[in-house]
């Protein structure tokens, strides 16, 4: 049985730092994993997103300059790092995983949220 497990959150005031962890279990093997984020009253939006194949990661346009997303050493792993956090990047970020075998587009596992909150 899949789990996706996050790691990382907390509260910094602006200008600080945090590095989030992600990581997917169970039999499966992971070709792209993601990150997303949700503000109250707001939808979800992609921050960072990477593929195992290559190619550069995408990220959100506000976000461009501020977060890493890295592949972990360890099978099915990610972080994401961010720096220069701003109030704004206030939200619950979400990990996503697309593993080999699954739906042909899109994710298929998700964790259940870590809370980032950035205080002026």
């Known amino acids: 049985q899949a789990q996706v497990e996050e790691s990382g959150g907390g509260s910094v005031q602006a200008g600080g730092s945090l590095r989030l962890s992600c990581a997917l279990s169970?039999?499966?093997?992971?070709?792209?994993m993601a990150w997303f984020r949700q503000a109250p009253g707001k939808e979800r939006d992609l921050v960072a997103a990477?593929?195992?194949?290559?190619?550069?990661?995408n990220y959100l346009d506000s976000v461009k300059g501020r977060f890493t997303i890295a592949r972990g050493h360890a099978k099915n792993t990610v972080y994401l790092q961010m720096n220069s956090l701003k109030p704004e990047d206030t939200a619950v970020y979400y990990c996503a995983a697309a593993v080999i075998g699954g739906r042909p587009r899109g994710y298929d596992y998700w964790g259940q949220g870590t809370q980032v909150t950035v205080s002026p």
């Open positions: 990477m593929t195992w194949s290559g190619g550069s990661p």
């Open positions: 169970g039999p499966f093997t992971t070709y792209a």
